[in-house]
């Protein structure tokens, strides 16, 4: 199941609701102890969790592989907290107390810092730590071995060594089993979701991202990984590399306009601006076609989000601006009241509400600060300002005070900047793009 997480002591409680579950169809199970084990260490309750996992480490499926990869994910984080307490027990502690020493020249600080070494009782601690340490690294490694044999060439038996290299062998051996798993069992969501695990722990994000978008077709449509690699990207390499990205996007998912979106971004940036206009609207056009298999019926009269239609409103004011470079004055203004004809869809908070689907990909995307995302009042502001200055240099002061009217009540002013104190939404950014609808 795929959804939107939890704050941490949700997940944590839903984990042990379902773990418990388990453990009641399935109580001789190890499995569903060593999810419940690793949910109570999660918790702070590392003794209970100790306690549970040798209790499934003896249950009747503990030698299946994906019980053995189980108990070898628990025993690695155990050893791992072993060894950390261990390093403490044979740190020296340092305390500082501090007085006002008042003497005739003056009142002087005193500081007095004294240092304790370890006790005898807390080496002997730590050595007994480390000791059950590394017998817990043998049998686990045992273990392991013995069930890797027996399950040669299965999914669990890949997942299984991969594990296995990873805390003994390389973890370049492990990614390549791992990919192996992939490729053995292409439609198998475990394969896949162990592999974008894997590499996301290793800090592999492009990697990472990559992997997912093999994943995430098992589950539904979407290319939202590889836009996310493409803002991830874009300043390290520019807009170059990044069409064979946005291609591959695109493909992925034709129906996702923020895709043909971005590709318009990257040919503008490369300055092919036919090309990109041609991009913006196709993008246009599939976000129209998308609102209009929507609104059937009475749906045409139903308030929308803001942000869904964000990237409509985007793609029509990056045409008018098109347009304008074109020298095509009548399309320039037709796409700025399309934009302008849209904020009478807006629902009650679509003014305020942030539109991070009409902020496209740009270099800079990962400069701190963020600047502030645009929202609806933003979006619909640029196209009634620059619709506004087109009527009024062509002697259309009633068309012009339309406009204006319009920008004033969205808190733009256009005697003023056309965006006080704000950043155009050309220049804001945007949270990594998720699936639709999230």
Aim: aromatic share 6%; charged share 30%.
């Amino acid at each position: 199941e795929y959804r939107l997480a939890a704050e941490r002591e949700g997940e944590l409680g839903r984990a042990a609701f379902y773990a418990d579950k388990a453990a009641q169809m399935r109580p001789q199970s190890a499995r569903p102890m060593l999810m419940k084990a690793m949910v109570l260490a999660e918790s702070g309750k590392s003794d209970a969790a100790a306690r549970l996992a040798e209790t499934a480490a003896s249950a009747e499926d503990a030698n299946d592989p994906r019980s053995v990869r189980l108990i070898a994910k628990f025993r690695r984080a155990q050893v791992a907290r072993m060894h950390r307490t261990a390093a403490a027990l044979r740190t020296p502690t340092v305390s500082s107390s501090f007085y006002d020493d008042h003497r005739s020249d003056g009142v002087w600080r005193v500081t007095r810092t004294t240092t304790y070494q370890p006790s005898g009782a807390d080496l002997a601690r730590a050595a007994a730590l480390e000791a059950e340490a590394r017998r817990m690294i043998d049998a686990t490694r045992s273990t392991m071995e013995a069930a890797i044999k027996v399950s040669a060439g299965s999914l669990d038996g890949r997942l299984l060594e991969a594990s296995y290299e990873d805390w003994f062998g390389t973890k370049a051996r492990a990614v390549e089993l791992l990919r192996v798993a992939v490729n053995e069992n292409p439609d198998d969501l475990r394969a896949h979701d162990a592999l974008v695990e894997y590499l996301r722990a290793g800090g592999r994000r492009a990697d990472a991202l990559e992997a997912e978008a093999a994943a995430t077709r098992l589950v539904h449509t979407s290319c939202a990984p590889l836009l996310t690699k493409a803002w991830l990207t874009v300043d390290e390499q520019g807009f170059g590399p990044l069409v064979e990205l946005l291609a591959r996007a695109r493909k992925l998912d034709p129906t996702d306009a923020r895709a043909t979106a971005y590709a318009a971004q990257a040919e503008r940036d490369l300055r092919d601006k036919p090309k990109a206009a041609a991009l913006y609207t196709v993008a246009a056009a599939l976000e129209t076609a998308r609102l209009a298999s929507d609104d059937r019926g009475d749906a045409r009269a139903w308030p929308r989000r803001a942000d869904d239609l964000a990237t409509l409103m985007a793609s029509r004011n990056l045409l008018a601006k098109a347009a304008k470079s074109f020298n095509q004055p009548d399309q320039e203004v037709a796409q700025y009241e399309a934009t302008i004809a849209l904020v009478g869809r807006f629902g009650p908070d679509a003014r305020k509400t942030p539109m991070y689907g009409a902020v496209f990909l740009s270099q800079g995307a990962n400069r701190v600060p963020v600047p502030r995302t645009p929202d609806g009042a933003d979006v619909a502001a640029e196209a009634a300002l620059a619709a506004g200055f087109w009527y009024s240099d062509r002697g259309r002061p009633a068309d012009a005070e339309r406009c204006w009217t319009l920008s004033k009540s969205l808190g733009h002013h256009p005697r003023n900047d056309p965006f006080p104190g704000r950043m155009p939404p050309s220049q804001t950014l945007r949270p990594p793009p998720g699936r639709r609808g999230d």
